[in-house]
């Protein structure tokens, strides 16, 4: 018998939350992801992973992808964001980090590295 793995309700709650104050940048990543858009690939948007919940995470190829703000440019949010990546690689997970300036400055170039993310994992 093939089960599902039980859910959290706080972290499902949480990523809810967080699909709703989503900022512009990744908002604009996601209008590229939805609906299979890039490589025929699903995409779920802001995605619990015990304990953190992701941006954006391709479950099939384990394959996540963070839009970074303003935050992640200071030395605690450098170190925060290496612990959390180590994490998610011991889980298995490929990350893949765009500052969120280059959302708005070069699309076709994030669109690109999403892409060749995409890629690499299948």
């Known amino acids: 018998?093939?089960?599902?793995?039980?859910?959290?309700?706080?972290?499902?709650?949480?990523?809810?939350?967080?699909?709703v104050r989503a900022n512009e940048f990744a908002q604009d990543v996601w209008q590229m992801l939805r609906n299979r858009r890039c490589?025929?690939?699903k995409l779920r948007r802001e995605h619990p992973i015990a304990p953190y919940t992701v941006d954006?995470?391709?479950?099939?190829?384990?394959?996540i992808v963070e839009v970074d703000g303003k935050q992640?440019?200071?030395d605690e949010g450098r170190q925060y964001d290496h612990r959390r990546d180590q994490f998610l690689a011991d889980q298995g997970y490929r990350?893949?980090?765009i500052p969120g300036y280059e959302v708005v400055r070069n699309?076709?170039?994030?669109?690109?590295?999403?892409e060749q993310a995409i890629d690499a994992r299948l």
């Open 1 to 19: 018998m093939n089960r599902r793995p039980r859910r959290d309700p706080e972290a499902t709650s949480f990523a809810r939350e967080q699909r």
């Open 39 to 41: 490589r025929n690939q």
């Open 56 to 63: 954006f995470c391709c479950v099939n190829l384990k394959l």
């Open 72 to 74: 992640h440019q200071t």
């Open 95 to 97: 990350v893949v980090r």
């Open 107 to 114: 699309p076709t170039a994030v669109r690109h590295q999403i």
